[in-house]
């Protein structure tokens, strides 16, 4: 069977499989009971066919598939694939001692909000928190980074400028009260979690 021929095949079986077949076929049948009946008489034909389109043309339409988007908990797999490779970068970036200090307070808490587990688990039902921490990761921090290192090149060739690590460390420290609102925001939802279990409790008993 040539790709055309199981085209047709396939468009067959769906229209056989359609809400409009089967609400009409659903009809065409109640048509053939009237006929059984001695209802439609002579004109059976036309009772069953007009049924069948009548049925056809009240059945809802079909309802086109919903998109297969991965789930949070499959947009965090990808995203801890690519913090590691975030930190072997950073791995090989030197920095100045204060801006080192911020960023390895940033990578730290970013590996714990990552780390699978109960934490993922929460992490996972806040889509915006997963956005968030994707951003931070795939954009945020190698673009800090990153213009810090070809501003300082530049730096050294025109001295006297502001010093670019000033803007790193602002850069990281604004990064990481970011990462601290999104743990305190999970630590938030599992406290009211917890407290509606009380609440339940208190309830029923």
């Not at 079909?62 to 988007?69: G, K, S, T, V």
């Not at 975030?86 to 714990?112: N, S």
Request: charged share 25%; net charge negative.
């Amino acid at each position: 069977m040539d790709t055309s021929e199981r085209g047709r095949a396939g468009g067959l079986l769906g229209f056989l499989e359609s809400r409009k077949n089967l609400a009409g076929s659903a009809c065409g049948i109640v048509g053939l009971g009237l006929t059984f009946a001695g209802v439609a008489g002579v004109y059976w034909p036309v009772v069953v066919v007009g049924l069948y389109g009548a049925g056809a043309l009240i059945a809802p339409p079909e309802r086109p598939p919903l998109p297969d988007f991965p789930d949070p908990s499959a947009q965090l797999d990808g995203i801890r694939a690519d913090f590691g490779a975030l930190r072997a970068y950073l791995a090989g970036v030197e920095l100045p001692p204060a801006a080192a200090g911020r960023l390895t307070e940033l990578t730290e808490l970013l590996a714990a909000l990552l780390d699978p587990g109960w934490v993922a688990e929460v992490l996972a039902r806040d889509p915006e928190g997963v956005h968030a921490l994707s951003r931070a990761v795939r954009t945020d921090v190698p673009e800090a980074v990153d213009t810090f290192v070809r501003t300082r090149w530049w730096t050294r060739l025109a001295p006297g400028t502001e010093a670019p690590e000033r803007h790193l460390e602002r850069q990281l420290a604004l990064l990481h009260e970011e990462a601290e609102a999104l743990a305190a925001g999970l630590r938030e939802t599992e406290a009211r979690r917890q407290e509606s279990h009380t609440r339940y409790l208190e309830d029923r008993a």
